[in-house]
């Protein structure tokens, strides 16, 4: 049945969806106490024109489709995961990745990098080579630095959901091929472009004859950050070339069909992938652009959407500054990431790194001393932090393919709505104010009250 409702602001929204009897919802309220706790809303006759903020939800008007949301797999991460007992670590694996296992928090998407990240305990590529020495044909690249911790680990993670999907990211090429011969910073010789996009279809590959399928890859981590260690500096004309004239050629060459996506840093910066978007020889190649958030507004991705449409969008990084606040670091990722990404085109969601030590450790020497896991390792203790809670609230419930559907932002109430394949619908909300919000949801000619409390998050689910 369809039916339509004339909002207080004159907006007309036509619904045509069903809500079941029992609505299941998950809460967590920081301030007392309450992580991921599940109850149940009786569901009630719409009134038509509702006194309460109402989110309206219509199922028929939909947009992206989901790749999943997560995290960064780092090496430091899966480091800490290899100290653990195999009993305590499967069943971490299970809670963290197993779709399928009671209290999972079924994370579906995991970014990892291409070499080493600054949360690596050094610095490496795959062709690191003595002062002076070059290798433009590949022929001493190898997986090798990965054997110890990193390729078993994820192995692991595979077997426990061999559906998620995976995206590399590089922080650095190998030094040889950089302006500097340093792994912080410089640029990509010109006559390396070449060899690098070797070196990128060989890790494809390599890691391919692993059994790790290489999902999409990222061209550069943070392109306009050249401080951290390792890094790459490159501007959106270097981008451009590399993709149009190496990477995306090299890629069709070998048949690899690894996505293929530009930029991967703030986003005060739209202009950089429209820019290298805008060459029609380059895009071909190109599947979409990825972000982060640590500077502009999440808004800056439908800027990009709006100039490239048929081009997709990816969040991919945010990290949580340690020790970390529950109450702030929740209602904030949520808000601007978990909501706000999506709600803005997103494909994905992921936070930064999985898992780090009590001292935040490890890491690079000029490497991020202050990120704060996901997770905190202390050989077999674990400890459960903002980030896990952050993802959870979404990685949960709205599962790979889904798709996300209409629903309108309140004042105090940011919200964003999914349908899943199997049809279930799952409703994420926030209360950003700073006192109980009681709200309405209406569903076509049933709906639902609820009362969130300032600060709290509740995934809803028929």
């Given at each position: 049945?369809?039916?339509?409702?004339?909002?207080?602001?004159?907006?007309?929204?036509?619904?045509?969806?069903?809500?079941?009897?029992?609505?299941?919802?998950?809460?967590?309220?920081?301030?007392?106490?309450?992580?991921?706790?599940?109850?149940?809303?009786?569901?009630?006759?719409?009134?038509?024109?509702?006194?309460?903020?109402?989110?309206?939800?219509?199922?028929?008007?939909?947009?992206?489709?989901?790749?999943?949301?997560?995290?960064?797999?780092?090496?430091?991460?899966?480091?800490?995961?290899?100290?653990?007992?195999?009993?305590?670590?499967?069943?971490?694996?299970?809670?963290?990745?197993?779709?399928?296992?009671?209290?999972?928090?079924?994370?579906?998407?995991?970014?990892?990098?291409?070499?080493?990240?600054?949360?690596?305990?050094?610095?490496?590529?795959?062709?690191?080579?003595?002062?002076?020495?070059?290798?433009?044909?590949?022929?001493?690249?190898?997986?090798?630095?990965?054997?110890?911790?990193?390729?078993?680990?994820?192995?692991?993670?595979?077997?426990?959901?061999?559906?998620?999907?995976?995206?590399?990211?590089?922080?650095?090429p190998p030094t040889w091929?950089?302006?500097?011969?340093?792994?912080?910073?410089?640029?990509?010789?010109?006559?390396?472009?070449?060899?690098?996009?070797?070196?990128?279809?060989?890790?494809?590959?390599?890691?391919?004859?692993?059994?790790?399928?290489?999902?999409?890859?990222?061209?550069?981590?943070?392109?306009?950050?050249?401080?951290?260690?390792?890094?790459?500096?490159?501007?959106?004309?270097?981008?451009?070339?590399?993709?149009?004239?190496?990477?995306?050629?090299?890629?069709?060459?070998?048949?690899?069909?690894?996505?293929?996506?530009?930029?991967d840093h703030n986003a005060?910066?739209?202009?950089?992938?429209?820019?290298?978007?805008?060459?029609?020889?380059?895009?071909?190649?190109?599947?979409?652009?990825?972000?982060?958030?640590?500077?502009?507004?999440?808004?800056?991705?439908?800027?990009?959407?709006?100039?490239?449409?048929?081009?997709?969008?990816?969040?991919?990084?945010?990290?949580?500054?340690?020790?970390?606040?529950?109450?702030?670091?929740?209602?904030?990722?949520?808000?601007?990431?978990?909501?706000?990404?999506?709600?803005?085109?997103?494909?994905?969601?992921?936070?930064?790194?999985?898992?780090?030590?009590?001292?935040?450790?490890?890491?690079?020497?000029?490497?991020?001393?202050?990120?704060?896991?996901a997770i905190t390792l202390?050989?077999?203790?674990?400890?459960?932090?903002?980030?896990?809670?952050?993802?959870?609230?979404?990685?949960?419930?709205?599962?790979?393919?889904?798709?996300?559907?209409?629903?309108?932002?309140?004042?105090?109430?940011?919200?964003?709505?999914?349908?899943?394949?199997?049809?279930?619908?799952?409703?994420?909300?926030?209360?950003?104010?700073?006192?109980?919000?009681?709200?309405?949801?209406?569903?076509?000619?049933?709906?639902?009250?609820?009362?969130?409390?300032?600060?709290?998050?509740?995934?809803?689910?028929?």
């Amino acid at each position: 049945m369809r039916i339509r409702y004339q909002t207080l602001s004159g907006i007309v929204l036509l619904f045509a969806v069903s809500l079941q009897a029992q609505i299941q919802c998950w809460t967590t309220h920081p301030a007392t106490q309450q992580f991921l706790q599940q109850s149940t809303i009786a569901a009630s006759p719409a009134q038509g024109s509702e006194t309460l903020p109402t989110i309206f939800i219509d199922g028929l008007k939909t947009y992206q489709s989901m790749d999943g949301f997560g995290c960064t797999l780092t090496g430091g991460s899966t480091q800490l995961l290899a100290k653990m007992s195999a009993e305590k670590r499967t069943a971490l694996l299970k809670e963290l990745f197993d779709p399928r296992a009671p209290g999972s928090i079924g994370i579906s998407y995991l970014r990892i990098s291409v070499g080493a990240s600054d949360l690596s305990d050094h610095v490496f590529s795959y062709n690191d080579l003595p002062e002076g020495q070059t290798d433009p044909l590949l022929q001493k690249f190898s997986l090798e630095p990965e054997r110890k911790d990193f390729l078993p680990m994820l192995k692991e993670i595979l077997r426990v959901n061999p559906a998620i999907k995976i995206m590399g990211s590089p922080w650095s090429p190998p030094t040889w091929m950089k302006s500097n011969g340093n792994s912080k910073g410089g640029s990509l010789k010109p006559e390396y472009y070449g060899a690098y996009a070797l070196y990128l279809v060989k890790y494809i590959k390599a890691m391919q004859a692993e059994g790790i399928t290489i999902d999409a890859l990222t061209v550069q981590n943070e392109p306009l950050h050249p401080g951290n260690n390792p890094s790459l500096l490159m501007y959106p004309h270097e981008q451009a070339n590399f993709v149009k004239n190496h990477l995306g050629p090299a890629f069709v060459k070998n048949g690899i069909k690894t996505k293929i996506i530009i930029y991967d840093h703030n986003a005060d910066r739209p202009d950089y992938p429209i820019a290298i978007l805008n060459d029609l020889v380059a895009k071909k190649f190109i599947d979409g652009s990825a972000f982060h958030l640590y500077g502009g507004p999440i808004e800056a991705l439908s800027e990009v959407h709006a100039a490239h449409p048929d081009k997709n969008l990816y969040f991919t990084e945010q990290w949580i500054g340690s020790p970390g606040n529950m109450e702030g670091d929740l209602k904030w990722h949520i808000k601007n990431l978990m909501i706000g990404a999506p709600r803005n085109w997103a494909k994905t969601v992921l936070e930064w790194n999985l898992a780090a030590d009590p001292q935040q450790n490890p890491h690079t020497d000029g490497g991020c001393t202050e990120c704060l896991g996901a997770i905190t390792l202390d050989q077999d203790k674990v400890t459960r932090n903002p980030a896990y809670y952050i993802m959870a609230h979404a990685s949960k419930f709205v599962k790979p393919g889904a798709k996300r559907i209409f629903s309108n932002n309140t004042l105090s109430l940011a919200n964003v709505a999914f349908k899943n394949p199997d049809g279930k619908t799952v409703l994420l909300v926030v209360n950003d104010s700073g006192k109980a919000e009681t709200f309405r949801v209406n569903v076509g000619v049933k709906g639902f009250t609820h009362t969130l409390a300032a600060g709290a998050v509740a995934t809803l689910v028929w």
